[in-house]
C-alpha cells in the first residue's frame, strides 16, 4: 500500500489564485481529513469527510473547499489564495467512518506559499 | 473550551537519560489519547494510544506513555533516550463521541544530544 500521497509537495502562489492539494489513500479508510500546521499552533482541522459524498467543515474552514466523490480522494481546494494560507497541509485518513479510537494515518504535506 | 497543553516548546536530553515529554488536557467524558511524531519534512507517525485498561502504554520504538485521569494527563516517556528520537512530537485527544472533534496540542520539539 502507498497509505497516504499528497500532490504537490511544494508550491508557490500569488495571492488571488486559486489550486487544488490532491489527497488520496488505498487503504479503504472511510474517514479523511485536512489540517494545516503553522509554527507554534499544531494542527488545525480545516474539513473532514466521514464518507464518499459527505463532507464537514473543522476548525479553520475560510477560504477552502472540500469535495469527497469516491472513497479514495480528497482534493482540497483554495478560492482564491491570501498569505495568510501559508502553512504545510497534511492530509489524514481513520480506519473507519467515525471511529475515534483509530489512529491517524499523514501524507507527507504540501508546503504551500502564497505571496 | 476543550485544549491540549504541551507546556514545553522544547525538551533537551542527553543520549542515554531518560526522557519526559508532557501532555495536560481539558476535555468531557473519558477521551481518548494519542501520541504522534514528526520527523523534518515528514508527515505525522502513530506512536501509541491510550483507549481503556492499563494505564501504562507501550508503543513504537520504545516508548511508552502514563495515563493519569487525575492529572488528565498523558505524558509521553522513553527509559533511554537515542539521538535518533530528536524530532517533534504531537499530543491529541479525541472526545469518545467522535473522530471529528480531534484536538492537537502545539508540540514538543525534542533534541537529544550525543
Known amino acids: 500500500n502507498a497509505g497516504v500521497t499528497q500532490t504537490p509537495k511544494f508550491q508557490v502562489l500569488k495571492t488571488g489564485q486559486s489550486m487544488t492539494l490532491q489527497c488520496a489513500q488505498d487503504?479503504?479508510?472511510?474517514?479523511m481529513s485536512w489540517y494545516r500546521q503553522d509554527p507554534g499552533m499544531g494542527l488545525r482541522l480545516i474539513h473532514y469527510?466521514?464518507?464518499?459524498?459527505?463532507?464537514d467543515q473543522g476548525e479553520v474552514p475560510n477560504g477552502y473547499n472540500v469535495s469527497r466523490s469516491t472513497t479514495e480522494d480528497f482534493p482540497l481546494r483554495l478560492l482564491s489564495a491570501a498569505p495568510s494560507q501559508t502553512s504545510v497541509y497534511f492530509c489524514?485518513?481513520?480506519?473507519?467512518?467515525?471511529?475515534?479510537?483509530?489512529?491517524?494515518?499523514f501524507g507527507p504535506g504540501t508546503r504551500l506559499t502564497v505571496l | 473550551a476543550q485544549s491540549v497543553a504541551q507546556p514545553e516548546d522544547q525538551v533537551n536530553v542527553a543520549e542515554g537519560n531518560p526522557l519526559t515529554v508532557k501532555c495536560t488536557y481539558s476535555?468531557?467524558?473519558?477521551?481518548?489519547l494519542f501520541w504522534y511524531v514528526q520527523y523534518p519534512n515528514r508527515g505525522l507517525q502513530f506512536l501509541l494510544k491510550?483507549?481503556?485498561?492499563?494505564?501504562l502504554v507501550k508503543g513504537s520504538y520504545g516508548f511508552e506513555a502514563e495515563f493519569n485521569k487525575s492529572q488528565t494527563s498523558f505524558h509521553l516517556k522513553k527509559p533511554s533516550a537515542l539521538v535518533s528520537d530528536s524530532a517533534l512530537y504531537f499530543c491529541?485527544?479525541?472526545?469518545?463521541?467522535?473522530?471529528?472533534?480531534?484536538?492537537f496540542g502545539s508540540g514538543t520539539r525534542l533534541s537529544i544530544r550525543p
Open positions: 469527510s466521514v464518507g464518499a459524498g459527505i463532507t
Open positions: 487503504m479503504n479508510h472511510e474517514y
Open positions: 491510550y483507549i481503556t485498561g492499563d494505564n
Open positions: 489524514a485518513s481513520i480506519l473507519a467512518g467515525d471511529s475515534s479510537y483509530n489512529e491517524q494515518f
Open positions: 491529541a485527544v479525541t472526545p469518545r463521541s467522535s473522530a471529528s472533534k480531534i484536538i
Open positions: 476535555v468531557s467524558g473519558n477521551p481518548y
